[in-house]
């Protein structure tokens, strides 16, 4: 696997296991991979299931984030769209995204 490329002057603040849950079938399908966290932008990385689940956005184009049952996260864009992340290490992804700035309702 991968390690996330930086870009210039860009800060890696965390990265944890995660999976991204996405609908498939109308069904829920958690997609393994990797999330990282720097102070420009989340990306999610997949290792197992469907590559389609990988997504990159920068810090600015995310509204807000939120947590839920078992420290599940729930990134809302600025564009209306969802993902849900699950994972054990979901508090430290927490603890990444504030750091980062992002808002947390």
Known sequence: MAKLDLKEN????GEEQASHVKKFL???????GRLYVTDKRIVFRATQGRMSSEFEYNLEDIESFSVGAASTI????????????????????????????LKKI
Do not use: D, R, V
């Not at 860009?10 to 603040?13: A, D, F, G, Q, T």
């Not at 109308?26 to 393994?32: D, I, R, S």
């Not at 990134?75 to 927490?94: P, V």
């Open 10 to 13: 860009e800060k890696l603040l």
């Open 26 to 32: 109308f069904f829920p399908q958690p997609n393994p």
């Open 74 to 101: 729930k990134l809302s864009l600025k564009s209306g769209e969802t993902h849900k992340i699950t994972g054990m290490f979901n508090k430290k992804l927490i603890k990444y995204m504030e750091e980062a700035g």
